[in-house]
């Protein structure tokens, strides 16, 4: 897990409900990205951000939101508009975010919408 | 589309037997394909990676060989051990999007 975090490490919110994940990296890493992964499925990019005050929508961005006002850190927003939020989400950070950049994960957080 | 296919879904092997896990790619211009292990309830943890210049690479009992004619690539462990027990993802930078596409994982569990 290196110097990446991410909190709460399990969530539990109401359906309608915004709700924010943390994710902090301590490596001095230009580039964060934000993954979803569901059962027997591989992870799937929901936003990136290359530098600071400045992101991109990956595959499934619908219903989430992000910002990145500081290098060290890229916190995700589930909305009420995402359609079926529960999931194990993970952050990532990389050096420059270059297409062959290696991305080092956080320990997750697991949300889960009753 | 950009698609990683990864098989098996699952594999059970004895302790200090071989395991070889398969991928296959779709952008013949993805130049780049790490692999990742993942733990019950932890993030991904890269195990080892690839760069399209070379056909294989080699890290003490872990090896990954490349195909690009073929557009394959495969993980290989040798003398398993029962903490190799995890689930593994390959995955491959896709030239166009500059991201990163998963497999879907493959589960493997080393019986001792």
């Known amino acids: 897990d290196g110097g990446i975090t991410q909190s709460p490490k399990y969530l539990f919110r109401k359906e309608g409900q915004n709700v924010t994940l943390s994710c902090e990296q301590n490596?001095?890493?230009?580039?964060m990205y934000w993954y979803r992964q569901d059962p027997g499925q591989g992870l799937r990019l929901i936003y990136y951000s290359q530098i600071v005050n400045d992101f991109q929508k990956g595959d499934i961005a619908e219903g989430y939101s992000v910002s990145r006002e500081k290098k060290e850190s890229f916190p995700l927003t589930v909305t009420s508009a995402q359609k079926n939020p529960t999931a194990f989400y993970l952050c990532?950070?990389?050096?420059?975010?270059?297409?062959?950049?290696?991305?080092?994960f956080g320990p997750g957080t697991r949300l889960t919408v009753l | 589309g950009e698609n990683v296919e990864q098989h098996p879904s699952t594999l059970s092997v004895q302790e200090g037997d071989s395991a070889v896990i398969k991928c296959t790619y779709s952008d013949s211009a993805s130049n780049y394909f790490p692999w990742y292990k993942q733990e019950l309830g932890k993030g991904p943890q890269l195990i080892i990676d690839i760069r399209s210049n070379v056909g294989e690479k080699k890290d003490q009992r872990i090896a990954v060989t490349l195909n690009k004619t073929a557009k394959h690539f495969s993980l290989h462990i040798t003398e398993t051990q029962p903490e190799d027990s995890a689930v593994y993802f390959c995955a491959a930078i896709m030239e166009y999007g500059n991201k990163l596409v998963f497999g879907a994982g493959t589960i493997l569990r080393v019986k001792s």
């Open positions: 490596l001095n890493h230009d580039a």
């Open positions: 990532a950070s990389s050096f420059f975010g270059g297409h062959t950049d290696t991305q080092y």
